[in-house]
């Protein structure tokens, strides 16, 4: 929301992510196509496509890592992921919902326009209900 209204009330905080893709020469990697690794390493979670959709040769895997990173709005490669929802970042954000009341046309979904973690399951609900408010405006 806040790069929809050129920033006027300032960046919104998230946290980023490097993404680094490893091929290597094994069967699978993990027992699973994602898990997560809260705790020592640097990464916060692998996944593995294969899982999604086998493929060939079997003796090779692609796995991705992803690792934290400081999010600059300022920079193009820069991609907000995750907001860092504080009270003080959450009342920066309601700055942006209540100018995005001018605009009754507007409809907002998603992390990045509501500000929020969503899994997929929650998004996509989230938009289906959306969907069924307007449709029947």
Do not use: W
Request: hydrophobic share 35%; net charge negative; charged share 25%.
């Amino acid at each position: 929301m806040d790069a929809l209204f050129d920033y006027c009330y300032g960046p919104l905080p998230y946290r980023s992510l490097s993404l680094q893709f490893e091929c290597l020469d094994m069967n699978y990697y993990q027992p699973n196509a994602v898990i997560n690794y809260p705790n020592e390493e640097a990464f916060t979670r692998i996944t593995e496509f294969k899982y999604f959709q086998p493929v060939y040769p079997q003796k090779k895997t692609v796995i991705l890592k992803e690792y934290p990173k400081n999010y600059d709005y300022q920079d193009e490669a820069s991609i907000p992921y995750y907001a860092i929802i504080n009270d003080e970042n959450r009342k920066l954000y309601e700055k942006y919902a209540d100018h995005a009341k001018q605009y009754p046309n507007l409809i907002l979904c998603g992390r990045l326009a509501e500000y929020k973690y969503y899994d997929m399951d929650a998004v996509i609900l989230r938009a289906l209900s959306l969907y069924e408010e307007v449709k029947s405006l």
